[in-house]
């Protein structure tokens, strides 16, 4: 019998959009999954919808709560699956119907930890691939390979998400019980969950087929003029690198984890001066100037970067 695949899709709003990721999931032709739907106070219909289907679909289970947010949201459904293998869609998004037969079908022939695939980028109704500038081996990958691909953004595009993966219940877990997001962030609290799944995943597989449908919204969540939403995101990082560096990562994959950390944090320092906050102006400078030195050598054939970096560190 195949293996079970629990898919968690946190839901808030977003009908239009919900409908087409709820039903693009329904669909696959992977028959044997259990589709797990947090409504997180939505007040759009789409808890409506939700409960259509779930009325018509015995996989499909509908959770409703009051609004706490994403990560609450992905820990209901963790708390809720009983799957081999985990994956998460967000409710803006839809996939092709036969991402997780082809991605499930390999997992389990070759008894994968973890299987990434390619994506489209979906902006205004137009997808557009999103291709890696160097190629990706097709071979087994181990974690140390894993994690050079995610965290070496100018060469690979297609890692750094935790949506375009199904991962092996195991590395997702601490002591036999599934990990949980972090909750006091409300922005990248997916960006360390991602780094200790990666850690634990000796064995894995790259797809290029976009199976995934991102949808990229001006003015989401993920793509907002805000400081703490900033800072959040900059937190995560400044964990993850600490994680790594705490896992004896190789200082190389560090680096350019902390060549992310410092662009989130110019990021913020941009917002921060615009909005004249000199308390969060400070912070960002503060996580900058530590990593400097690392940020300025990995960027040394970038100059609009270092000459941005200096202008902001000088401002």
């Not at 199904?166 to 949980?180: A, C, P, Q, S, V």
């Not at 994959?253 to 909005?275: D, F, P, S």
Request: charge should be negative.
């Amino acid at each position: 019998m195949k293996k079970k695949l629990s898919v968690i899709i946190p839901v808030y709003n977003q009908l239009e959009y919900f409908k087409k990721c709820l039903d693009s999931v329904v669909n696959q032709t992977y028959s044997n999954l259990e589709i797990i739907c947090v409504d997180d106070g939505s007040t759009d219909g789409a808890q409506d919808y939700l409960d259509e289907v779930a009325s018509k679909d015995s996989r499909v289970i509908a959770i409703h709560q009051k609004n706490s947010g994403e990560s609450h949201a992905r820990n209901v459904g963790l708390m809720q699956a009983n799957g081999d293998y985990i994956t998460f869609v967000d409710c803006d998004d839809w996939i092709e119907e036969d991402m997780y037969d082809s991605m499930m079908r390999v997992a389990e022939e070759e008894d994968l930890d973890l299987v990434a695939c390619s994506w489209y980028k979906v902006k205004e109704e137009k997808p557009v691939k999103v291709e890696n500038e160097l190629n990706v081996s097709s071979n087994l990958i181990d974690n140390e390979e894993l994690l050079d691909y995610v965290y070496k953004r100018d060469l690979y595009r297609n890692f750094a998400y935790i949506w375009n993966k199904i991962y092996k219940r195991e590395i997702l877990e601490d002591e036999g019980t599934l990990r949980r997001f972090d909750e006091d962030i409300y922005l990248g609290a997916d960006v360390t969950y991602l780094a200790r799944a990666i850690l634990k995943a000796n064995r894995a597989k790259y797809m290029d087929r976009p199976f995934y449908h991102y949808t990229f919204r001006v003015g989401s969540g993920s793509h907002s003029n805000d400081i703490s939403k900033a800072r959040d995101l900059t937190e995560s990082y400044k964990e993850t690198v600490e994680l790594l560096k705490n896992a004896k990562v190789k200082e190389e994959t560090v680096n350019y984890a902390i060549r992310i950390l410092v662009y989130h944090a110019i990021e913020g320092i941009e917002i921060a001066i615009e909005k004249e906050d000199s308390t969060a102006k400070k912070y960002f400078r503060e996580i900058m100037l530590s990593y400097e030195s690392v940020y300025l050598e990995l960027n040394k054939n970038y100059p609009d970067r270092v000459e941005l970096y200096k202008r902001l560190i000088n401002n």
